[in-house]
């Protein structure tokens, strides 16, 4: 081996096992030309000052370049980008629990109407029901008390006179305000499904 062969191997002394030709060689080349070993030691100093240099790369910056290429990411395909994805998720997320509860408010403020309505006496459930009794009531009445209070249940009633098909469903009933409100939280309820599942 002579000195060149020598400098060219210096680079990988230190990777190669111990028992490899090549080093073996080398380190008998080291012992014998003093101007290999001169050099071989030059060489080992300037790896351990390289090693402990210190090349500290802080967070700041890390997150700096980070930064940088998802922004170039996002500029090409803006529909990644996290914060308008989350943002607007977010934003229908509120909007649909505003609606559930709104939509349960009102399931269970009409189903203490109902319940109401059944534990009361049965006057006044029975006369939106019939319609005919309160009218004549009205026609015979000529009390002011009477009047006043049948002539509340008279316009329901002639509603549902004008549409007879209509009056079950009237939002007078509890029922329909009932319906209603289970129709709005399934909804919302499968929205949320099917928003879960477009972020998936
Ligand atoms: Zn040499």
Redesign the pocket.
């Given at each position: 081996m002579n000195?060149k062969e020598?400098q060219e191997l210096f680079g990988l002394l230190r990777d190669l096992p111990e028992q490899h030709p090549q080093r073996l060689m080398l380190e008998q080349?080291l012992l014998g030309?003093e101007?290999?070993a001169g050099e071989y030691q030059q060489w080992e100093e300037c790896l351990d000052m390289l090693q402990y240099i210190p090349i500290e790369v802080t967070e700041e910056q890390a997150e700096a370049v980070n930064r940088r290429v998802m922004d170039r990411i996002y500029a090409e395909s803006p529909w990644l980008a996290p914060d308008v994805k989350r943002g607007v998720t977010r934003r229908i997320r509120r909007r649909l629990v505003f609606w559930a509860a709104s939509f349960l408010a009102i399931f269970v403020i009409s189903f203490g109407f109902l319940l109401m309505d059944r534990f009361t006496p049965d006057q006044e459930s029975a006369e939106p029901m019939t319609g005919i009794l309160p009218t004549a009531v009205v026609v015979a009445g000529s009390e002011s008390d009477t009047y006043e209070e049948f002539s509340i249940t008279l316009t329901s009633v002639s509603r549902g006179i004008v549409e007879p098909f209509a009056v079950p469903m009237s939002p007078a009933y509890p029922q329909y305000w009932m319906y209603l409100s289970m129709g709005g939280m399934l909804l919302a309820l499968f929205s949320w499904k099917g928003l879960r599942r477009t972020k998936r």
């Open positions: 000195c020598a080349h030309c101007s290999c």
